[in-house]
């Protein structure tokens, strides 16, 4: 199950992949930023069942040579997967390890000084099930044929706390720090064990990874849906979805880097 190749420096303002033809991302630098610290990698599996990795991370802003922190860490827990998976390993476990690997070439990878930080969450979508584990403010949705929608991952963050306290979802994503992050892989984290989660599909949908430069327009998975649901009508394949929505987000105002990664899960 091989992955694609890392995108070059001229390539990482705007790159697309698409290892198959129901799964697709694309990462963009948006609007505001001079460079993207967003990273992705995808993986598929050859053959008629529909078996993919996918990991998105968004480095964080304030630490240097964070885009190279998201990019090491996107593809060490791609490659982690991939390899696990074909070794029949349960996503549970190969979900906890891919990050312990993530962490170890984000700290290993230093350009100058200390290493850098970056979010992280990766999807593992095989033949009746998804799998999802996520350190960070990406997110992982589900959005099925049915209208069903459902956000997978839950935020380590100073807005999810306080949703977690009572907070509405709009209030508490209004809040001052609201994107401050409780958790994270690189320099001075001191956990990073994903939360995991899976998710067992009775219906066709889509699995959709997003940094918070495409869910800070759509938070709810009701938003998210109905955005999502018109490009799918008006395109239809993961690819052209993925950059429709990078689009969408920029004429939102694209004030951070935007990452999409779309597969096609069929039950």
């Not at 696990?84 to 700290?107: I, P």
């Not at 509405?168 to 809040?175: C, D, K, M, V």
Request: charged share 20%.
């Amino acid at each position: 199950m091989p992955h694609p190749s890392t995108p070059t420096r001229s390539e990482r303002n705007h790159y697309v992949r698409v290892p198959a033809p129901w799964l697709a991302a694309c990462s963009d630098l948006g609007l505001k930023h001079k460079t993207n610290q967003d990273a992705f990698c995808l993986a598929a599996r050859p053959g008629t069942g529909r078996t993919a990795v996918l990991a998105v991370a968004d480095g964080v802003s304030t630490a240097a040579g964070s885009e190279l922190a998201s990019l090491v860490a996107a593809e060490a827990a791609c490659t982690h997967l991939v390899n696990r998976l074909e070794e029949g390993a349960a996503a549970n476990l190969a979900l906890v390890q891919a990050f312990a690997e993530a962490q170890d070439a984000v700290l290993e990878a230093k350009q100058e000084g200390e290493a850098s930080a970056c979010t992280l969450i990766a999807g593992i979508m095989a033949p009746g099930s998804i799998a999802v584990g996520n350190v960070g403010d990406s997110r992982a949705y589900w959005l099925g044929d049915d209208g069903l929608c459902q956000l997978l991952s839950t935020d380590d963050s100073m807005a999810q706390a306080r949703i977690m306290l009572g907070m509405t979802r709009h209030e508490a994503e209004q809040s001052n720090q609201a994107h401050s992050i409780t958790k994270w892989l690189g320099r001075d984290a001191t956990n990073v064990t994903p939360s995991v989660i899976t998710h067992q599909p009775t219906t066709n949908g889509w699995l959709l990874l997003c940094t918070d430069g495409l869910w800070n327009y759509a938070s709810s998975p009701e938003e998210m849906y109905h955005v999502v649901k018109g490009f799918v009508e008006n395109f239809g394949t993961p690819a052209a979805v993925a950059e429709a929505l990078v689009e969408w987000a920029k004429e939102q105002g694209g004030r951070d880097n935007i990452t999409v990664a779309l597969a096609r899960y069929e039950a």
